[in-house]
Nanobody, 129 residues
Framework: QVQLVESGGGLVQAGGSLRLSCAASGRYFSSHIMGWFRQAPGKDREFVAAISWNGGTTYYADSVKGRFTISRDHAKSTVDLEMNSLKPEDSAVYYC??????????????????????WGQGTQVTVSS
């Protein structure tokens, strides 16, 4: 089993920055893909970013590319999401998740909700205009 706990959310003005962190405990963190998703009120949960087990490969949604950066620290068992140039449309609850499925393509990073097996409880990000 794995437990994921997000932190770092809050209220920020448009153009500002926030850094989210996801602390993982359990057996899966160090060897599996991690991802960030978000869900705004009345909208479906959507993919934000993913990172390979060793941090060498990353993948971003077009809406955040160039503004957000995902990273991981194996020593701390954390995966972070650095968010810059924030926009009101980035407001949402942000979730981290882990994909424990083996993928033969070592560069494949999933972006679909059903591909991630464990989820955190989420942290709220609100960007004011």
């Amino acid at each position: 089993q794995v437990q994921l706990v997000e932190s770092g959310g809050g209220l920020v003005q448009a153009g500002g920055s926030l850094r989210l962190s996801c602390a993982a405990s359990g057996r899966y963190f160090s060897s599996h893909i991690m991802g960030w998703f978000r869900q705004a009120p009345g909208k479906d949960r959507e993919f934000v970013a993913a990172i390979s087990w060793n941090g060498g490969t990353t993948y971003y949604a077009d809406s955040v590319k160039g503004r957000f950066t995902i990273s991981r620290d194996h020593a701390k068992s954390t995966v972070d999401l650095e968010m810059n140039s924030l926009k009101p449309e980035d407001s949402a609850v942000y979730y981290c998740a882990v994909d424990i499925t083996y993928h033969s393509d070592i560069y494949y990073l999933p972006s679909q909700i059903h591909e991630y097996e464990y989820w955190g409880q989420g942290t709220q990000v609100t960007v004011s205009s």
